[in-house]
């Protein structure tokens, strides 16, 4: 699964000791130790994806046997290519794809607009709004009740049950609520003065000078929608509207289950530990291809709402 | 009479009065026959007249039920699997899943049941599971019913099995799950031992305990460097086939690991015990603690993963590790292929140890729950014809495992099955192009379980018909008596259960691994009483004893 590391932010610390100035020897040992330190951090972190992708083109017995580290062996592309014709994990890879963006989309405009309410501080009843959203954060109907409510409102098997539950995250909610309290009321005003309606002041001046609070976000929700599997596990009925995680799920936990709790003989087929390395591989491939892109704006939007002016 | 059972069947709707409802259909179904409240005249739509043993069920039009379908990621679920286009050829009946991925299925059965919105069929029920759904109402008591199993209760006949499905019956003296049968013990855990090291050593292969002892102590004369036994299956209980097999070869019931049960019946006194203050679970920690003092057993064994022990194994490291018969086919001997071209590896029969040449464990399979709004449906009847029929009878049985004659499989004129040229099912036909189940849905966990034991056999290599054959001849002791408890005392266990278990294992571990000296074995068992030994014992021989009181009350009336 893909993670958020913080190495992103470690990268952000401005780069010390300028050429040609002398630095104190303190600083020198500080540095050293500094990098050896965040080099053991990054060997650790990446261990286990190098490790994935070495397993990803090794042969199964020789995983079996616990013989691949960080080198294939046994190099072999069926794997992939197995995994490639296999039209269920197509399928369920695009269900992920269209789950991730019709749930990203529903999120933003809800999340957004919502936010951009709470933040005109002279809003009546701002506190019940708040309150009404930051309730959810301490208690919830639970399970059953959730389930009885998104069955019978007719979401079950579409992507509805998955976008429209999960729609407001209210810690990502409160960040940007203090982000747009951060902006200028004056821009605000003379925007109205030149006649922009509410939306318009919103769409044509606040939203523009969002974009890092905004794609913040959007990373946030695109990869919490792109790793989530609990909500579409339990509101989709046929393995053919299943994300990938729902079916990468399944492929490690039938593996481990079958072979180590006595399963009944029908049941006692495992799947190989290669086809779940490839499966691994292909499923994080889009986060963490899309992450560098989008890490610049995410460096700058974690910290938004830390320092308040 | 009849407005009684009017009244608790409407009574029962109301999921909320559930626990009320067991009270009084509980009271009502005591009696005879004619109280069951099984006024079933409205439910036979589409069911068959006259259904009985050898009779293919078809229902008189075409039907459809729901079913809980747990999705293996070996056989993906498809639409087009011949199984479900055969089976409403045959029955009438076309099945509609809710396909639940394995991982999980034990979550989204626990909601949808809650939630009032399970389909009809639940299978891969294991029994026990059912406990939690009993008091919620949700689920049909399906003792009340088998009048209309009839291939059902001629398997409890003729295999001897009440003992064994009384074990699944509920404080109401009901049950509430269909379990699958098996028509004997089926034993597929034991060691795998290296053949090629045993003739090299010019040894036997062990036959008991001692057997056993001797051939490790041998082996590490021959590479004093290395520890001859190393095992798995460790997690998350230590020593979860081992101890399980030298349990019950003391004659600590059902053994330790997996097998581990806090009481165990006690024939002698006609009253259950701690299993872990027992003297055969006394001998077998013994045992297996002189294992590890002597060096051939690596006590590694109970904390390492699976994955190491299978490497210390394939690589030659060690000898002997615990196997079923897949374990050793797909991974001790493809690996062991490659280090060691010369090595042999074999499952060895089950050693046996003081308590004898016996064979321990239930004859039932996970099985199947009926949702209780198939009560109401006017095709109920059909429905359990229809159970009655896959599950239980010998052709649905058949048809489930190995599907259609002729396209999946022949059969010789002695009963042997084999599959056609293009089918694979468990490396039978290696070469096939085609999976029996991924492919068309046979031999399918859901639906393929127990039965014969010929049946059960007929998809073995020749090398574990033999295994079975030995295991076979051995005796099957009787099952212990069913301990039903209420509701209240199902939640009183529930506290005393966890703990207890964990701390028998956990001291168990340290006796075996030498951190506690036997002579600690005396204020062991005291320890034992400090957590509610005592009380959870009273506990499971007042519900024994609640039991036995029912039992005869009802067998005099």
């Known amino acids: ?309 | 009479m009849n407005n009684i059972s009017r009244r608790s069947m409407l009574l029962s709707l109301g999921a909320t009065l559930g626990a009320a409802t067991l009270g009084l259909t509980g009271c009502s179904s005591d009696g005879g026959d004619d109280k069951k409240g099984s006024d079933l005249s409205k439910n036979r739509a589409d069911a068959m007249d006259k259904f009985g043993v050898g009779d293919q069920f078809k229902a008189t039009s075409p039907v459809t039920f729901t079913t809980l379908l747990n999705d293996n990621p070996g056989y993906p679920e498809k639409s087009n699997w011949l199984f479900w286009t055969e089976l409403a050829k045959r029955t009438n009946v076309t099945l509609k899943p809710t396909v639940v991925p394995l991982s999980d299925y034990e979550n989204k059965r626990s909601v949808i049941i809650g939630a009032g919105d399970a389909p009809f069929l639940i299978p891969k029920t294991y029994p026990g599971q059912e406990a939690p759904f009993v008091a919620s109402g949700a689920i049909l008591a399906v003792s009340d019913y088998v009048d209309l199993l009839p291939n059902y209760r001629d398997k409890v006949a003729k295999w001897n099995l009440q003992g064994d499905v009384d074990t699944v019956l509920q404080d109401d003296g009901k049950y509430y799950v269909l379990p699958g049968l098996h028509q004997d013990v089926w034993i597929d855990y034991t060691f795998a031992i290296r053949s090629d090291i045993l003739d090299q050593l010019g040894l036997q292969m062990p036959k008991t305990l001692d057997d056993l002892h001797n051939a490790l102590k041998a082996m590490k004369a021959a590479h004093p460097d290395r520890y001859p036994m190393t095992d798995r299956w460790s997690q998350p209980t230590p020593g979860g086939a081992m101890l399980q097999t030298f349990g019950q070869a003391f004659g600590a019931g059902y053994g330790g690991g997996w097998g581990y049960a806090n009481a165990t019946y006690d024939g002698g006194s006609d009253k259950f015990v701690l299993t872990g203050a027992m003297d055969q679970y006394k001998a077998m920690i013994d045992y297996t603690r002189t294992l590890v003092a002597e060096k051939l057993l690596d006590p590694e064994s109970f904390t390492q993963s699976d994955d190491q022990a299978n490497a210390k194994f394939t690589s030659g490291k060690s000898f002997v590790i615990s196997t079923n018969a897949q374990e050793l086919v797909n991974t001790y001997r493809p690996g062991l292929a490659k280090t060691d071209p010369n090595a042999k590896v074999v499952k060895m029969p089950v050693p046996v140890g003081p308590a004898g040449e016996v064979k321990v464990g239930l004859r039932l399979e996970n099985g199947l729950m009926i949702s209780k709004k198939a009560r109401d449906s006017k095709d109920f009847v059909a429905l359990m014809q229809f159970v009655d029929w896959l599950f239980y009878s010998d052709e649905g049985q058949i048809f489930a495992k190995w599907g259609v004659e002729n396209v999946t499989y022949t059969r010789d004129a002695a009963g042997n099955f084999k599959l056609t040229k293009d089918v694979d099912y468990v490396g039978l036909n290696p070469t096939a192009s085609k999976k029996l189940n991924a492919d068309f849905g046979f031999s399918n966990g859901n639906f393929a379980y127990g039965g014969s034991t010929q049946l059960l056999e007929s998809t073995f290599s020749e090398e574990e018909k033999q295994f079975q054959a030995i295991m076979t001849a051995r005796k099957t002791l009787p099952v212990p008596p069913p301990h039903p408890l209420n509701a209240d005392e199902q939640e009183q266990f529930a506290l005393w259960e966890a703990p207890l278990k964990d701390y028998v294992q956990q001291q168990t571990l340290k006796f075996i691994l030498g951190e506690r000296p036997m002579s600690q074995w005396d204020s062991f068992k005291s320890e034992l009483k400090g957590k509610n030994g005592d009380q959870y014992l009273s506990l499971i021989n007042g519900a024994y004893d609640r039991y036995k009181s029912k039992k005869n009350g009802s067998d005099k009336s």
């Open chain 1, 1 to 309: 699964m893909v993670t958020l590391d913080t190495s992103a932010i470690i990268d952000k610390t401005p780069p010390p000791a300028a050429t040609g100035i002398r630095t104190s020897r303190g600083y020198r040992v500080f540095q050293v130790v500094n990098t050896v330190i965040l080099l053991g951090v990054v060997v650790v972190t990446l261990y286990p994806i190098v490790n994935i992708v070495a397993r990803s083109f090794s042969g199964d017995g020789y995983i079996r046997s616990g013989k691949v580290n960080l080198w294939p062996r046994g190099f072999n592309l069926t794997t992939y290519k197995a995994v490639m014709t296999n039209a269920m994990f197509w399928t369920d890879y695009r269900n992920t794809v269209v789950y991730t963006v019709v749930a990203t989309v529903v999120a933003m405009v809800l999340t957004t607009c919502y936010a951009y309410v709470l933040s005109k501080k002279d809003l009546r009843g701002r506190g019940v709004l708040v309150g009404v959203a930051v309730f959810t954060m301490f208690f919830s109907g639970g399970l059953i009740p959730n389930y009885v409510l998104v069955t019978t409102l007719g979401l079950k098997n579409s992507v509805w049950a998955i976008a429209l539950p999960n729609a407001i995250s209210v810690f990502n909610l409160l960040v940007m609520k203090a982000f747009f309290e951060g902006l200028p009321q004056e821009l605000e005003e003379a925007a109205a003065i030149d006649g922009l309606s509410t939306y318009g002041t919103l769409w044509r001046v606040v939203l523009p000078l969002s974009k890092a609070v905004l794609a913040t976000m959007v990373l946030f929700y695109a990869v919490s929608f792109w790793n989530s599997w609990f909500t579409a596990f339990l509101y989709m009925d046929h393995s053919d509207l299943m994300p990938v995680t729902v079916y990468l799920r399944n492929l490690i936990a039938g593996a481990t289950n079958a072979t180590s709790v006595g399963f009944s003989e029908a049941d006692a087929t495992a799947v190989g530990a290669n086809i779940q390395a490839v499966t691994i591989v292909l499923t994080t491939l889009p986060i963490l291809v899309v992450y560098p892109f989008v890490q610049r704006y995410f460096v700058s939007g974690v910290t938004l709402g830390a320092v308040k002016g």
